[in-house]
């Protein structure tokens, strides 16, 4: 079995399916690992992979090269582009992996036969040359690997929240040590349960209790 089959076989044990993007997935998962050198899959802490979507096409690169975010090998900086950057840790060389331009055309090319959109993608993909298919380019991080692989076991307290803090992710502004969430605009704001009840009548505020709750008794 080659390896574009093997990995996809990986791929589709992990995803219980295949579809286009895992094919993508692992194409730029060997392409990436090949332009730098590093054999896949790794077992260490050597590779580490930015991608910049999430969803179908992180299973065919993970599939490929080992990398997992639960092992800090892997990063999503979600751009929403089927693209990845490859960074190996001991040099700092970094290469940056994506999809060309309508390569959902060019697929048909590949699987002529095939006359429903989707398989002809999912076909083709595995059939296009590497240099139809992905663009491979050497990039420099904007932020030094040893800052973004950081320390494990440094914890802190923020100044404001009080929340613990892992992995170096504080920021230190007028002499306080804070979270990104309190330094910065945040994806979230705490609603407080007075804040709720404000906006609810008597009624509506019981009622949604009990859908809450189940069946617990709160009549007064």
């Known amino acids: 079995m080659d390896s574009l089959k093997y990995y996809l076989a990986v791929s589709v044990y992990r995803h219980k399916s295949l579809c286009p993007r895992q094919v993508l997935g692992v194409r730029i998962g060997l392409a990436g690992a090949e332009a730098l050198g590093v054999t896949v899959p790794r077992d260490d802490k050597r590779l580490l992979v930015i991608v910049e979507t999430d969803g179908c096409f ?3 690169v993970e599939a490929v090269t080992g990398c997992a975010v639960s092992h800090r090998t892997l990063r999503v900086e979600d751009y929403g582009k089927v693209a990845a950057t490859f960074v190996d840790v001991d040099s700092g060389r970094a290469m940056r992996v994506a999809t ?3 390569i ?4 048909r090319d590949y699987a002529p036969e095939e006359k ?3 398989y002809a993608m999912l076909k083709g993909y595995q059939a296009m040359p590497t240099q139809e298919l992905l663009s491979v380019k050497e990039v420099v991080l904007t932020t030094p690997i040893e800052t973004i692989v950081s320390r494990a076991g440094v914890r802190v307290n923020c100044d404001s929240c009080g929340e613990e803090i892992i992995n ?3 920021v ?3 002499d306080r040590v804070l979270c990104r969430a309190c330094a910065n605009p945040t994806y979230y704001q705490t609603v407080s349960s007075r804040d709720l009840l404000a906006e609810l009548s008597l009624s509506d505020a019981l009622v949604t209790i009990e859908k809450q709750l189940g069946s617990v008794d709160i009549s007064l």
């Open 58 to 60: 992180v299973s065919g």
């Open 100 to 102: 060309r331009q309508d």
């Open 104 to 107: 959902r055309q060019h697929a």
């Open 116 to 118: 429903r959109r989707y």
């Open 168 to 170: 170096e992710r504080e």
């Open 172 to 174: 230190t502004h007028d």
